[in-house]
């Protein structure tokens, strides 16, 4: 899961030209920020993100697995891939950008 949260960062980063977008992407890396003190590496903002991603790529993949069986390559790419790191995004980015009174009406699959 940091896998897939730590590429959507850089892929945010990459992408943020202007200066509100580049304010976005820096507080999405701060969430996910190591904390190399603590005892999993991990910042307590980095734990909470990561959990509220689980919980939606769980969901992603119960939505997948209702209409039928999960392809390998599927599964492979939800957990490893641009389809789970979307879905990462979007976890985090929804709370970050509604707590900066941004519309995330975008956002949505």
Same mark, same amino acid.
């Given at each position: 899961m940091l896998k897939l949260a730590r590429h959507a960062s850089e892929e945010l980063t990459s992408f943020a030209q202007d200066r509100e977008l580049k304010i976005v992407a +820096? =507080?999405?890396?701060?969430?996910?920020r @190591?904390? *190399? =003190?603590? *005892? +999993?590496?991990?910042? /307590?903002s980095a734990r909470v993100v990561i959990a509220? @991603?689980?919980?939606?790529?769980? /969901? =992603?993949?119960?939505?997948?697995l209702a209409l039928g069986p999960l392809a390998v390559d599927r599964t492979i790419l939800l957990l490893n891939g641009t389809p789970g790191a979307a879905i990462v995004s979007r976890a985090i980015l929804q709370p970050l950008l509604t707590g900066l009174g941004i519309s995330t009406t975008g956002l949505a699959e």
């Open positions: +820096d =507080a999405f890396a701060h969430f996910i @190591a904390e *190399p =003190a603590s *005892p +999993d590496g991990l910042s /307590d509220l @991603a689980e919980t939606h790529l769980v /969901d =992603a993949i119960y939505a997948e």
